[in-house]
């Protein structure tokens, strides 16, 4: 039963950053690897960044290394996305997931947050 709501999105700068927030209704966050993803204009969604359920381990796409980091407040049921360096191919819709159990992603989506970085 558990619902995910992105928020932080905007528009900002080449070179700025932003505070991405996965919100998550529920008492099993802390049981659940968490992601990020991002899906462009006309292209399909990828992958950014992954956490495990209590934050110990992360992977990044190699697009964001260096310069987006997750993580993520299980007692506020909460996924972040720290976004620095922006550049103007990291204008995408991002949407937050959860693995389920077996591993896989779960396959429903949220509306995402947009990001538009222009100058």
């Known amino acids: 039963q558990v619902q995910l709501v992105e928020s932080g999105g905007g528009l900002v700068q080449p070179g700025g950053s932003l505070r991405l927030s996965c919100a998550a209704s529920g008492r099993t966050f802390s049981s659940y690897d968490m992601g990020w993803f991002r899906q462009a204009p006309g292209k399909e969604r990828e992958f950014v960044a992954s956490?495990?359920?209590?934050?110990?381990?992360?992977e990044y796409a190699d697009s964001v290394k260096g310069r987006f980091t997750i993580s993520r407040d299980n007692a506020k049921n909460t996924m972040y996305l720290q976004m620095n360096g922006l550049k103007p191919e990291d204008t995408a819709v991002y949407l937050c997931?959860?693995?389920?159990?077996?591993?896989?992603?779960?396959?429903?989506w949220g509306q995402g947050t947009l990001v538009t970085v222009s100058s």
């Open positions: 997931n959860r693995r389920t159990f077996t591993g896989t992603w779960w396959p429903s």
């Open positions: 956490i495990s359920g209590r934050g110990v381990t992360t």
